[in-house]
């Protein structure tokens, strides 16, 4: 397993009328963060909030491409970020133990906090299709060029890590200083995680390693 401490490349926040930062998630321009009862987002440039949607949002958030998904206490919202109109409601596998929230392959995956999982259902019927093991709390989840990372938060301890998605075996940690918390994680399509702060109330990136590949053979 690789260890290494986090790279915090931006520290955004906090924010007025947003005192925590739970799940977060790109839409390819801005960072939907949620903060208990509404939706923001946040231009990563300038760093000013420039919209938001008031609907619960208690934990994870995740983007499709086209909607939002975000969790609120024991359902998983799907909204229209252009009306902030909610259009589909399913429930959450945990049953309001959910934490992190993703969208990968067609599906949403769905971190559990106390229960140190992360379940991959279908999107439509809130139907778990498979569950991964995790041996730490999970807070936020995300995907990125085929690769499953999560974050986790115990006390003092936080950290971003890569996992085998077929077994859970933590294959990367990127440790974050001490009494900093990752809540939510996304990444960026490129080099950077975004990263929730929970109560601090703030959103950081830190740099995504680059994955080097094993040297061909010559032939």
């Known amino acids: 397993m690789k260890r290494a401490a986090a790279e915090i490349l931006r520290e955004y926040g906090p924010f007025p009328g947003a005192e925590k930062v739970h799940g977060l998630t790109f839409d390819g ?3 939907w963060f949620a903060s208990d009862n509404r939706l923001n987002a946040l ?18 958030t995740a983007f499709d ?3 939002l998904f975000q969790i609120a206490e024991d359902r998983i919202q799907k909204i229209d970020p252009k009306t902030g109109r909610v259009l589909s409601t399913i429930p959450a596998p945990g049953g309001g133990g959910d934490s992190g929230l993703a969208w990968a392959e067609g599906s949403l995956w769905v971190g559990q906090h106390r229960g ?17 093991e995790s041996d730490r709390v999970v807070t936020g989840v995300t995907w990125i060029d085929g690769e499953l990372w999560h974050g986790t938060w115990e006390g003092d301890e936080s950290d971003v890590r890569r996992i085998d998605p077929q077994t859970g075996e933590v ?15 996304e990444s960026d399509g490129g080099e950077r995680f975004f990263c929730g702060g929970g109560a601090s109330g703030k959103v950081r990136a830190i740099r995504r390693p680059r994955q080097t590949s ?6």
Not at 43 to 60: F, K, L, N, T
């Open 116 to 132: 140190r999982k992360i379940h991959q259902i279908n999107p439509d019927t809130g139907a778990i299709l498979r569950t991964i």
């Open 65 to 67: 491409g086209q909607h």
């Open 171 to 185: 294959l990367e940690r990127l440790e974050m200083p001490a009494g900093v918390g990752v809540s939510g994680l």
């Open 214 to 219: 094993a040297p061909k053979a010559n032939k």
């Open 29 to 31: 321009t801005n960072v």
């Open 43 to 60: 231009d990563p440039e300038s760093g000013e909030i420039v919209g938001s949607i008031d609907v619960p949002a208690h934990a994870g």
